[in-house]
C-alpha cells in the first residue's frame, strides 16, 4: 500500500486561531510502543521526533500546538501507560492519568496488529473512571485487512474504533474530524477579537479632562465618523479618526453634551464608566496631571484592570507640570501604580494638543499585548529552564513542580500551568514578572492559573 499522503491544513496560526483564544487539550495516551509519538507528530504535521523541539521538557508530557478544519487545540504525547508499573515505568503511568485528568479529549492508542491486551483493559477502566469523552484508535493498520483486524477493538467497550497507520497517515483525516467532534464546543461569547473599530472605553473621574480631549481628537483628526460600512454604532458612541484608523470611543454621549457634571452623580458616573469599560477592548484611563492620584482615580483604573481590558494611562493637562510637579508625580507614580507597571503610558495635553498623535499608536501596543499568543513549545521550554533555575521554596517537604503550562486564551492572554502543588503567591507573582520580562505584555493585564494535581 503507498503512502496516503496526510490531508493537508492550515499551517498559519492566525487562520486557525479560535475566535476567542480558547483551546482544548487532547491528550495521546496508550501502552509503550503503540505509535502514540508517530500519531503525535502526524497530527502537529512534522516528521521529526517532537522531542527534540522542547529540550529540557521531558517526554513524559509534550505538549504541542495543532489545528485542524480551522480549530486549535493542545495535543499533550505522553509516555506509555503501563498499569501495575514500577519506578520510573509508575512514575510515567501517573503523568498519563495526569494528562487524562488535564484534557478535553482522550486518544486512546491500542496496537492493531497486537490487539487488544490485559494492560490495554486495565487502560479502559481507567479512562472510565476519568469520565472524559475517549476515542479509540488501533494503530499500525497499514493495509486492509489490519482495517478489518480493528473491528476487534469494539470489545473494549469504547465505542467505535478508529483504523489509522500513523506511519503512512491513513485514516488520520477521520481521526481528526472525530477529536473535533468530541472537543466542548467553544464559547459562543466572542469576547475582544471582532470585527469593526477597535472600541475604547475613555474614562476618569470628573474634570481630568476627558470631554476636552474627545472634542481636540474630533476636530483635530479629520473628522468625527458618523458611519463606517459593515458596522451599526450605538448613538452614545463616537467615530474617531486617529492616525489613519477609525476608533470607537464608547458611550460617549455624556462627554459629548457635557450633562456629566451635576451634582451627586459619582455613583451614576462610576456605572456609566464600568458600562464603557465591559463595551470595549481597551481603557484609556485619564489622569489628571497637576494633582495628586487619588482614591477615585484608583478605582477607575481598578475598574478596567479588573474587567480584564487592556489599559492606557494617559496624564493629561501635562501643560501644567513644571520640574517640582515632575519631581513629585514621579514618585506618585511609584507608590500609587506600583501595582500596574506594566500599563502604556502617556503624557497629553488636550488644551495645547500635545502629544495627543501619541495615543493611538498607545492604544495599538496595548491591544496587541491583549491579543498575544505565546507558542506552547516556547511557553514550556522558557517556563521549565526558569523554574530549573529558580525552583518553587520547599512546601511540607516537596517543592511543587510545574508539568506543563499552555495559553488558555486571549484577550487577555490567560495561561494555565498544570503543577503538582499549590503555588505560594509569591512565586504566582514571580512567574507572571519572568513571564512579562521574557514575553512582554505591555498594557495588558495577564491571568495566570495555577491547577495543582489532585
Ligand atoms: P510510543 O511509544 O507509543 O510513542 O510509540 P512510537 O511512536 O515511538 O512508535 C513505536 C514503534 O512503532 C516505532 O518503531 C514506530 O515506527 C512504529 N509505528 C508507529 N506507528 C506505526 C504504524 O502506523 N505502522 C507501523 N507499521 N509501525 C508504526
Ligand atoms: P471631564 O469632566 O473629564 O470631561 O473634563 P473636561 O474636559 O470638562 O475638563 C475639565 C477642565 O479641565 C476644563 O476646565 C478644561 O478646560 C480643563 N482641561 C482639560 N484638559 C486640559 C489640559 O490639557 N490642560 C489644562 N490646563 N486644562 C485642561
Same mark, same amino acid.
Given at each position: 500500500?503507498?503512502?496516503?499522503?496526510?490531508?493537508?491544513?492550515?499551517?498559519?496560526?492566525?487562520?486557525?486561531?479560535?475566535?476567542?483564544?480558547?483551546?482544548?487539550?487532547?491528550?495521546?495516551?496508550?501502552? %509503550?510502543?503503540? /505509535?502514540?509519538?508517530?500519531?503525535?507528530?502526524?497530527?502537529?504535521?512534522?516528521?521529526?521526533?517532537?522531542?527534540?523541539?522542547?529540550?529540557?521538557?521531558?517526554?513524559?508530557? &509534550?505538549?504541542?500546538?495543532?489545528?485542524?478544519?480551522?480549530?486549535?487545540? *493542545? =495535543?499533550?504525547? *505522553?509516555?506509555?501507560?503501563?498499569?501495575?508499573?514500577?519506578?520510573?515505568?509508575?512514575?510515567?503511568?501517573?503523568? #498519563?492519568?495526569?494528562?487524562? @485528568?488535564?484534557?478535553?479529549?482522550?486518544?486512546?492508542?491500542?496496537?492493531?496488529?497486537? +490487539?487488544?491486551?490485559?494492560?490495554?483493559? !486495565?487502560?479502559?477502566?481507567?479512562?472510565?473512571?476519568?469520565?472524559?469523552?475517549?476515542?479509540?484508535?488501533?494503530? !499500525?493498520?497499514?493495509? @486492509?485487512?489490519?482495517?478489518?483486524?480493528?473491528?476487534?477493538?469494539?470489545?473494549?467497550?469504547?465505542?467505535?474504533?478508529?483504523?489509522?497507520?500513523?506511519?503512512?497517515?491513513?485514516?488520520?483525516?477521520?481521526?481528526?474530524?472525530?477529536?473535533?467532534?468530541?472537543?466542548?464546543?467553544?464559547?459562543?461569547?466572542?469576547?475582544?477579537?471582532?470585527? /469593526?473599530?477597535?472600541?475604547?472605553?475613555?474614562? +476618569?473621574? %470628573?474634570?481630568?479632562? !476627558?470631554?476636552?480631549?474627545?472634542?481636540?481628537?474630533?476636530?483635530?483628526?479629520?473628522?468625527?465618523?458618523?458611519?463606517?460600512?459593515?458596522?451599526?454604532?450605538?448613538?452614545?458612541?463616537?467615530?474617531?479618526?486617529?492616525?489613519?484608523?477609525?476608533?470607537?470611543?464608547?458611550?460617549?454621549?455624556?462627554?459629548?453634551?457635557?450633562?456629566?457634571?451635576?451634582?451627586?452623580?459619582?455613583?451614576?458616573?462610576?456605572?456609566?464608566?464600568? +458600562?464603557?469599560?465591559?463595551? #470595549?477592548?481597551?481603557?484609556?484611563?485619564?489622569?489628571?496631571?497637576?494633582?495628586?492620584?487619588?482614591?477615585?482615580? @484608583?478605582?477607575?483604573? *481598578?475598574?478596567?484592570?479588573?474587567? +480584564?481590558?487592556?489599559?492606557?494611562?494617559?496624564?493629561?493637562?501635562?501643560?501644567?507640570?513644571?520640574?517640582?510637579?515632575?519631581?513629585?508625580?514621579?514618585?506618585?507614580?511609584?507608590?500609587?501604580?506600583?501595582?500596574?507597571?506594566?500599563?502604556?503610558?502617556?503624557?497629553?495635553?488636550?488644551?495645547?494638543?500635545?502629544? =495627543?498623535?501619541?495615543?493611538?499608536?498607545?492604544?495599538?501596543?496595548?491591544?496587541?499585548?491583549?491579543?498575544?499568543?505565546?507558542?506552547?513549545?516556547?511557553?514550556?521550554?522558557?517556563? *521549565?529552564?526558569?523554574?530549573?533555575?529558580?525552583?518553587?521554596?520547599?512546601? /511540607? /517537604?516537596?517543592?511543587?513542580?510545574?508539568?506543563?503550562?499552555?495559553?488558555?486564551? &486571549?484577550?487577555?492572554?490567560?495561561?494555565?500551568?498544570?503543577?503538582?502543588? %499549590?503555588?505560594?503567591?509569591?512565586?504566582?507573582?514571580?512567574?507572571?514578572?519572568?513571564?512579562?520580562?521574557?514575553?512582554?505584555?505591555?498594557?495588558?493585564? =495577564?491571568?495566570?492559573?495555577?491547577?495543582?494535581?489532585?
Amino acid at each position: 500500500f503507498d503512502d496516503v499522503p496526510f490531508p493537508s491544513f492550515s499551517t498559519d496560526p492566525e487562520t486557525a486561531s479560535a475566535p476567542n483564544g480558547w483551546q482544548p487539550i487532547v491528550a495521546v495516551v496508550g501502552r %509503550p510502543n503503540v /505509535g502514540k509519538s508517530t500519531l503525535v507528530n502526524r497530527i502537529i504535521g512534522r516528521r521529526q521526533a517532537v522531542v527534540e523541539d522542547v529540550p529540557g521538557v521531558t517526554r513524559d508530557r &509534550v505538549p504541542y500546538d495543532a489545528h485542524w478544519n480551522g480549530r486549535r487545540f *493542545t =495535543v499533550v504525547d *505522553t509516555g506509555g501507560w503501563e498499569p501495575d508499573a514500577k519506578d520510573r515505568a509508575a512514575a510515567i503511568a501517573a503523568q #498519563a492519568e495526569i494528562a487524562v @485528568q488535564t484534557a478535553d479529549v482522550v486518544v486512546f492508542v491500542v496496537d492493531a496488529i497486537v +490487539g487488544a491486551t490485559d494492560m490495554d483493559e !486495565k487502560a479502559v477502566r481507567m479512562l472510565r473512571r476519568s469520565a472524559k469523552p475517549v476515542i479509540l484508535v488501533g494503530n !499500525k493498520a497499514d493495509n @486492509q485487512n489490519l482495517e478489518l483486524e480493528v473491528n476487534s477493538l469494539w470489545s473494549l467497550g469504547l465505542g467505535e474504533p478508529f483504523p489509522i497507520s500513523a506511519l503512512h497517515g491513513r485514516g488520520s483525516g477521520d481521526l481528526l474530524d472525530a477529536i473535533l467532534a468530541a472537543m466542548p464546543p467553544a464559547p459562543a461569547i466572542i469576547e475582544g477579537v471582532r470585527r /469593526g473599530p477597535r472600541r475604547v472605553a475613555l474614562v +476618569g473621574r %470628573p474634570n481630568v479632562g !476627558k470631554s476636552s480631549l474627545l472634542n481636540r481628537l474630533a476636530h483635530e483628526e479629520r473628522a468625527v465618523v458618523d458611519s463606517v460600512a459593515g458596522t451599526t454604532v450605538d448613538p452614545v458612541d463616537s467615530l474617531v479618526e486617529m492616525d489613519g484608523e477609525i476608533f470607537q470611543f464608547i458611550d460617549t454621549a455624556g462627554l459629548r453634551k457635557r450633562v456629566n457634571q451635576a451634582s451627586g452623580t459619582e455613583y451614576y458616573a462610576s456605572l456609566r464608566t464600568a +458600562g464603557a469599560v465591559e463595551g #470595549a477592548e481597551v481603557g484609556v484611563v485619564l489622569l489628571d496631571a497637576g494633582e495628586v492620584i487619588s482614591e477615585q482615580d @484608583q478605582r477607575v483604573l *481598578t475598574s478596567v484592570v479588573e474587567a +480584564g481590558r487592556a489599559l492606557v494611562i494617559a496624564f493629561n493637562k501635562w501643560d501644567l507640570v513644571d520640574e517640582d510637579r515632575r519631581f513629585y508625580l514621579d514618585k506618585e507614580i511609584d507608590r500609587e501604580l506600583k501595582r500596574i507597571p506594566w500599563a502604556v503610558r502617556v503624557n497629553i495635553s488636550a488644551k495645547t494638543g500635545r502629544a =495627543v498623535d501619541k495615543l493611538a499608536p498607545a492604544i495599538r501596543k496595548a491591544l496587541a499585548s491583549w491579543e498575544k499568543r505565546i507558542q506552547t513549545g516556547a511557553l514550556n521550554q522558557w517556563l *521549565t529552564a526558569l523554574t530549573q533555575a529558580t525552583p518553587h521554596p520547599v512546601r /511540607g /517537604g516537596r517543592a511543587p513542580r510545574v508539568l506543563f503550562a499552555t495559553q488558555a486564551g &486571549v484577550a487577555p492572554p490567560r495561561f494555565v500551568l498544570f503543577t503538582t502543588g %499549590p503555588f505560594d503567591a509569591g512565586y504566582q507573582r514571580f512567574v507572571e514578572r519572568k513571564l512579562r520580562e521574557e514575553f512582554g505584555f505591555e498594557g495588558s493585564p =495577564v491571568e495566570i492559573a495555577v491547577r495543582p494535581r489532585k
